[in-house]
């Protein structure tokens, strides 16, 4: 079984750059058609799809964010990062690591999720 775990700091400042991390345990980041992605939810607001990672490298955007985001994985330490630059107060968020199985067509996995707010 699958299992994701974020980590990164629960604070960050505007302007600066969010970076998180998400470590797979119990798969890869290179499992085929799997596709690792970053998701986050506002206060009081649904779902955001940010961005992922495929099993082949390949990295894919929200057209919202794109110019902001960067996703990158480190397959030796079987983990991939999620980095948002220029930061604001709407970036606060919980964010979610998932893995997408696109032959169940399935996010397969989730981490538990991680707080960051964004405040001087």
């Known amino acids: 079984q699958v299992q994701l775990q974020e980590s990164g700091p629960g604070l960050v400042k505007p302007s600066q750059t969010l970076s998180l991390s998400c470590t797979v345990s119990?798969?890869?980041?290179?499992?085929?058609?799997?596709?690792w992605s970053w998701i986050r939810q506002p206060p009081g607001k649904g779902l955001e799809w940010m961005g992922a990672?495929?099993?082949?490298?390949?990295?894919y955007y929200s057209p919202s964010l794109k110019s902001r985001t960067s996703i990158s994985r480190d397959t030796a330490k079987n983990q991939f990062t999620l980095q948002l630059n220029s930061v604001t107060p709407e970036d606060t968020a919980a964010y979610y690591c998932?893995?997408?199985?696109?032959?169940?067509?399935?996010?397969?996995?989730w981490g538990q999720g991680t707080q960051v707010t964004v405040s001087s």
């Open positions: 998932a893995g997408w199985d696109a032959g169940s067509s399935t996010f397969g996995s």
């Open positions: 119990g798969g890869s980041v290179t499992t085929d058609y799997y596709y």
């Open positions: 990672i495929a099993y082949g490298g390949s990295t």
